[in-house]
Structures are given as structure tokens and as C-alpha cells.
């Protein structure tokens, strides 16, 4: 009896090992396979390519990376993703990608794999990831298509989050007893304020030039103002008076910004801050790192940084790059392993104090990484509030996107009237909308 | 090599009749008949990109003709340290296109770049170049890259002109004015026209320059047709679209080229002529 009871216990040891070796190491099947992932030349996957060797050690699973401009990747993803056999197992894209993608089936849904339980990690903690991000460029399928909702599925997860923020010169502002601007008033006052203070500063530097960085800018001010490209029945508002305001805060800031601001691109407007010819700038949270390099700022140490001003409501932008494993991959399971590896607790943090940025809650609140980045705990505030429908994810967005920022390139340069201006793009969206099938349940 | 050359203008001519999308292959497109066509026919925005073509084209090619062909003239002749002089004029077209929309943005950088700080330095108001002056800034760095091209061709074509013929105008008196009004632009007419014709076809599709410079505005105060197709085919994802507006660009460049070898073979057969009668008499 004593001796079976040994042997029992023996045996459930054994079994106990063998059950814990297979559960502490869920990479064995696949290491030594080699995954080729497609993603941007683009300062969050510059520090990714900085942690893939930890990845590599931890799993045995080799990355091999194809890094290309964000232009070319996404042309390069256009071809490959229409193969049959791809060579890409996994990939980084932006979120108007995945309107395409999903809509041509091109990305896998993440289903199977978070109910593999071979691959997907108890531990993961995926309402630790931010919310808006998921939606924005995780989501397909759900409200309006592109948003949160109940015949929505995952098909990406957010890598690389950006949102807007606003950037300020502390010194310029105690100088002159400056508060920092908390609604849009304020900081339209502030704005035009600034090149009387400080002759030869621009108050504000934003992207104007011609087409998506017009159309950028302007998007940027119509949600906090309350704005929306269109309503619930794909009716464009653009024109409406929250998107009238917008243009003249537009107008406003590229009026009292630096000299030439008209014609500034995302460059130029980030240029203008870092060589001190302007006093504030409102856009993505990744130029965070610049503005902390000396090989490159004149104003290192000298900015504090701001949620983005309040109008009506809170409602930053969202941006970056999700990631997602295209349907004709050739190791799907092992690019899911590392996709969840990448966005996992663990991941995110290494990522970000490799100078990436996070995308997820605890990660912005993590002490050592505040401790590096004291900017940190501000971002994470301003992510909470980031809104994934600042502009329509839709096929047909590419064009409409142009036209808006075209129009409202002419209203910065040209005197257009910015109620004609808006009015045009309203009624030409219509058109785009009505051709694109969108009217078809209408009546 | 027939169905080589042709393959891809085929290709092109079936896409733009039909409704195609860059996920999809060719065959899975839709068929629309001329709708691409008629679409652009009536696109405000399509023939506002025509017009700054047009005008882009025609300012470049006439002003790097004038200047080009005037160089030639004046640098035709036996100076110590010519070949250097000749290898540096070339330099500005062997520089990548992208390099040199990123050079002259930099330079017409309305506080860092160099014009600004000069005028500023001689206590002028700044220009914004790049905003108001959009198109005559893309206009200046396509003439300071592509002036240099008619300057070899034109120069290659002097210096193979028939010595007997300016030797004989010589002793007959003529001045240096007349020897270029009479002998050598007549002479080196073909070549010009030649070298005219290939300036204006490349002007037609010059894109990277001006994409890296302004990226078609102020509005569409830039945008011209190759960049229009490059955005409509990358951005608005038409490809049926992209290739009809390839094709109205193909239509526009065929006819250009049709008229000026007309007028070089006119201009030939008016020679001919004179030169007959002159036997005669």
C-alpha cells in the first residue's frame, strides 16, 4: 500500500514535470523557424528592432526584418498581400491599411489564435491595452465598420500608438507668465499672443501644406470642437459649424505660427519647434524623443508638455501602427507568438524604455519608465482620451482625405471662404459617398 | 520586342476601362466602359492639373531651350579649362530627383533656407516661396537641373556644324549675330527640335522634384498630371482611374510630338526648296 501510494505520488510528479515543461515552454515547436516581418522605418520600430534579439533568446524563433519607408511599405504590402504565398508572416500597418486589408480579406482574424491555448497566453492582459487604439486599428466590422461594436472581430493589435499632444516652452511661458492653454480659446489667444511677445516666434507651428497634412491639422481641432466628417448615416457634416471653427483655428494658428507655416509639412512644423522659432506644438506623442536630443533640438529641457485643449470635449487624435499576420503568411501560429510577445507586458515595456512607444496602460504608469521618460505619465492621461473616430476609416477616405486637405490648403494660401471651401467638400464627399454605395440603404 | 514594347501600353489601355481596385488583379476588376474617361472629362480638378502641366511644361522647356542653346553659343569656342567647365554644367542632372526636391526645399525654407536669409541679409522682406510663389519655385529648380541637358546636346550639335559654311559666311563679312540667326541655329535646327521634343516629354512626367518640394500645392497650384496619377492611383486606390489619365497624358504627349515632326520635316522640305532654287539661279 505504502509502496503504490510511492509510486502514485511518483507518478504525479512526473506528470506534474512533464505537464510543466510543456507549459513553460509553449515556443519549442517553433524555434528555429524564421519569421520575416515588414515594418516602417519609423523611431517605434527602430527601438523594436532593438528588443527582437531578447525574442529571438527567449523563444529560439529568428526574426529577419524588412524595414522600409512608410510609402514604400505600404506599396510593398499592396503587392505581397495579393499573392498567393506572401513572404511576409507579419506585418506593421497604418490604420487606413486596415480598411484594405480587412476589406479584401487580406488580414487574418485574431480569433483563432486567442482561443488556441497552445498560443495564446493566459496572462496577456488584453484590457490592459488602450482602448481606442484596439478599436482604431485593431478593429474591423463593428460600428460605422471600422469602430468598437458587437459584430465587430479583432484583426490587428496597436503597436507604435501615437496621440496628439501638446508641446510648450516652459521657459518662453514663465517668461511672460503664460498659462498653459487648457481650451481652445485659450490657446488661439495664446497662439496669436506669442509673435507680439517674442518678435520673430511663431505662436504655434502646424502642418499645413497641401493635402493629408492640411487635412491632418484640421481634423486635429474638429473632434475636440465637437466635430465629425459625418453622421450616422454617412451624411457629410464636414461644413457644419463645428467644422467651420475648426478651419479657423486652423487659419488662425498658421497665421500667427513661424514664417511660411502655410507650407509646412509634419517636417517643417517639428523643425520649427526644435530650432526655437516657435513657442508650442500640437501633434504626435513620438516626437517626444527629438525634442529630448540635443544632436538635433535647440530646446532640450525647455519643454513641458500638455493634454490636448479641451473644446467641447477631449478628443486627441489616434495614430501609429497596429500589427497583424496577412492571410497568405507562412507561419501564422509563430507570428501570432510573436505579435503577443511584442504587445505583451513585458514587450511593451522594453519597447518603451528602448524609446518606443507604449500601448498600454500600465506601461505609461510603469515607475521605471517614468523615471526615463518623465513625459510618460502625461501621454498615458492624453491616450485615455484619444478618439478612434477622429476620422472615418472608410476605402474611400484616400480621396476625400485629399480633397479636404487640397481645399483647405487653398483657404490658408488663397483667402478661400472657408464656409464656400467646406461646402464644396461636403458636396463632393456626397458624390464620392453616393458612388462608393454608402446611400444604397438610404430610402 | 513588338510585344514587349506593347504589352505594358496594352495593359494599360484595358486597366482604364475598368473599375480597379490595387487589392485586385486585372481579371477581377469590373468592366466600365469609358466611365474613367468621362469621369476625368468632367473633374474640375483633373483639368486644373492639365493647366499647370501645361504651364509647368511650356515655362521649363522654353526658358532651358533659351538658356541652354544661349550657353552653347557663348561657350563654343577654345577656353583653357573648358572640359571642367562642361563636366560641371552636367553635374545638377546626374543628382537623383529626390535629392534635388530636398536640396531646394531646404533652400527656399522660409527662415533656415539661403534665398531667405540673403534677402533678409540685404534688409528685404522675406518670400515664401514655397506658399505664394509655389510654381515658380518648382519652375526654377527643374531649369537649374534640366538647362544643362540642352546645353551638351546644343553644344555637341555647334560643334559639328560644317566649318566650311561659317569659314565662307566669315570672309563674306558676316558678323557673330548674323552667323547665329543665318547659319548655325538654321543647322542646328533638327537637333534642337529633337532635344526640344525629349525636354518636353520628360517635363510632362517630371514628378519626384516637385513631390518632395511642395507636394502639389498650395491647393493644386502644383500638382501636376504624373503626380495626380501617382495619388490617384496610390492614395484614392483607382487604378482604372490612374491608367485612363496615363492615357489622356500618352494622347497629350503623341500630339505634341506629331506637330513638332511636322514642323522639323516643313522646315526640312523649306529647305530642300531654297536650296533648289538657288541651283537653279
Given at each position: 500500500m505504502l509502496n503504490l501510494s510511492k509510486t502514485l505520488r511518483c507518478l504525479t510528479v512526473a506528470t506534474a514535470m512533464v505537464a510543466s515543461v510543456a507549459i513553460a515552454d509553449p515556443y519549442e515547436e517553433y524555434a528555429g523557424t524564421t519569421l520575416i516581418v515588414n515594418f516602417p522605418a519609423h523611431p517605434h520600430y527602430d527601438a523594436v528592432r532593438k528588443i527582437l534579439p531578447e525574442f529571438t533568446r527567449e523563444t529560439g524563433i529568428e526574426v529577419e526584418v524588412d524595414q522600409l519607408p512608410y510609402l514604400k511599405m505600404r506599396e510593398r504590402q499592396t503587392l505581397e498581400l495579393g499573392?498567393?504565398?506572401?513572404?511576409?508572416?507579419l506585418i506593421a500597418y497604418v490604420v487606413f491599411s486596415k480598411a484594405d486589408y480587412v476589406y479584401a480579406d487580406?488580414?487574418?482574424?485574431l480569433a483563432r489564435y486567442f482561443m488556441n491555448p497552445k498560443l495564446s497566453?493566459?496572462?496577456?492582459?488584453?484590457?490592459?491595452?488602450i482602448d481606442g487604439y484596439v478599436y482604431n486599428i485593431?478593429?474591423?466590422?463593428g460600428t460605422k465598420g471600422?469602430?468598437?461594436?458587437?459584430t465587430g472581430s479583432l484583426f490587428g493589435i496597436p503597436y507604435g500608438s501615437e496621440t496628439s499632444i501638446l508641446g510648450y516652452r516652459k521657459d518662453i511661458f514663465e517668461k511672460h507668465g503664460l498659462e498653459v492653454p487648457e481650451n481652445y480659446d485659450q490657446l488661439l489667444d495664446i497662439a496669436c499672443k506669442i509673435p507680439e511677445l517674442e518678435?520673430?516666434?511663431?505662436g504655434l507651428s502646424s502642418r499645413a501644406a497641401s493635402g493629408h497634412h492640411a487635412s491632418h491639422a484640421f481634423l486635429l481641432h474638429l473632434a475636440p470642437l465637437g466635430?465629425?466628417?459625418?453622421d450616422d448615416s454617412w451624411n457629410?457634416?464636414?461644413?457644419n459649424e463645428a467644422g467651420v471653427q475648426a478651419a479657423n483655428a486652423l487659419k488662425t494658428i498658421v497665421d500667427c505660427?513661424?514664417?511660411?507655416?502655410?507650407?509646412?509639412?509634419f517636417g517643417e512644423a517639428l523643425g520649427s519647434f526644435l530650432a526655437g522659432d516657435t513657442a508650442m506644438f500640437l501633434d504626435t506623442t513620438v516626437v517626444a524623443g527629438q525634442i529630448d536630443d540635443p544632436a538635433k533640438s535647440k530646446v532640450v529641457g525647455k519643454v513641458g508638455w500638455a493634454m490636448h485643449p479641451m473644446g467641447t470635449r477631449r478628443g486627441s487624435q489616434t495614430g501609429g501602427f497596429g500589427i497583424g499576420i496577412p492571410k497568405?503568411?507562412?507561419n501564422k501560429d509563430a507570428a501570432f507568438l510573436l505579435m503577443q510577445w511584442l504587445t505583451s507586458k513585458k514587450g511593451d515595456k522594453l519597447v518603451a524604455l528602448a524609446g518606443g512607444n507604449p500601448s498600454r496602460f500600465s506601461t505609461h504608469e510603469d515607475a521605471e519608465v517614468n523615471a526615463r521618460f518623465p513625459h510618460m505619465a502625461t501621454f498615458g492621461e492624453a491616450l485615455k482620451h484619444a478618439?478612434?473616430?477622429?476620422r472615418p476609416i472608410i476605402p474611400v477616405w484616400g480621396k476625400i482625405n485629399a480633397d479636404l486637405g487640397t481645399t483647405l490648403s487653398k483657404v490658408l494660401t488663397?483667402?478661400?471662404?472657408i464656409q464656400e471651401a467646406l461646402d464644396g467638400v461636403a458636396e463632393r464627399t456626397k458624390a464620392v459617398m453616393e458612388e462608393a454605395g454608402y446611400y444604397t440603404w438610404s430610402n | 520586342m513588338v510585344l514587349a514594347l506593347l504589352y505594358p501600353l496594352g495593359y494599360m489601355v484595358y486597366g482604364s476601362f475598368r473599375d480597379w481596385d490595387?487589392?485586385?488583379s486585372l481579371s477581377e476588376s469590373t468592366f466600365v466602359g469609358l466611365k474613367n474617361y468621362i469621369t476625368l472629362w468632367n473633374d474640375p480638378n483633373f483639368h486644373e492639373s492639365t493647366l499647370v502641366t501645361l504651364k509647368f511644361a511650356l515655362s521649363v522647356v522654353t526658358v532651358e531651350m533659351l538658356i541652354g542653346v544661349g550657353l552653347a553659343l557663348l561657350l563654343d569656342r577654345k577656353l583653357r579649362g573648358m572640359s571642367v567647365l562642361r563636366t560641371l554644367f552636367i553635374l545638377p542632372m546626374m543628382i537623383a530627383p529626390v535629392v534635388v526636391g530636398l536640396i531646394w526645399r531646404y533652400m527656399y525654407?522660409?527662415?533656415?533656407?539661403v534665398f531667405n536669409r540673403g534677402i533678409k541679409g540685404v534688409g528685404l522682406e522675406p518670400v515664401d516661396w514655397l506658399g505664394q510663389h509655389a510654381l515658380l519655385s518648382v519652375i526654377i529648380a527643374d531649369i537649374w537641373q534640366w538647362t544643362p541637358f540642352i546645353f551638351i546636346l546644343s553644344l555637341a550639335a555647334l560643334q559639328s556644324l560644317p566649318r566650311s559654311a561659317l569659314e565662307a559666311a566669315r570672309i563674306d563679312g558676316a558678323t557673330g549675330w548674323q552667323q547665329i540667326i543665318h547659319i548655325k541655329l538654321p543647322l542646328m535646327m533638327p537637333v534642337l527640335i529633337v532635344t526640344c521634343l525629349l525636354r518636353l516629354i520628360d517635363a510632362f512626367k517630371v514628378l519626384e522634384v516637385i513631390l518632395v518640394m511642395t507636394e502639389g500645392g498650395p491647393g493644386l497650384s502644383t500638382e501636376i498630371m504624373a503626380l495626380r496619377i501617382s495619388r490617384t492611383a496610390?492614395?484614392?486606390?483607382?487604378l482604372g482611374v490612374a491608367a485612363a489619365m496615363s492615357n489622356y497624358l500618352l494622347i497629350m504627349l503623341l500630339i505634341l510630338t506629331v506637330l513638332m515632326l511636322v514642323y522639323n520635316r516643313y522646315m526640312e522640305y523649306r529647305a530642300s526648296r531654297a536650296m533648289r532654287v538657288a541651283q537653279e539661279n
Open positions: 499573392q498567393d504565398e506572401g513572404d511576409y508572416d487580406q488580414l487574418e482574424n497566453d493566459p496572462s496577456y492582459d488584453a484590457d490592459d491595452l485593431g478593429f474591423a466590422g471600422y469602430l468598437e461594436g458587437k518678435p520673430g516666434m511663431g466635430g465629425r466628417v459625418f457629410p457634416i464636414v461644413n505660427g513661424p514664417e511660411g507655416s502655410a507650407s509646412f509639412g497568405n503568411a507562412e478618439d478612434p473616430d477622429w488663397e483667402d478661400l471662404d | 490595387p487589392s485586385q525654407h522660409p527662415t533656415l533656407g496610390t492614395e484614392f486606390r483607382e
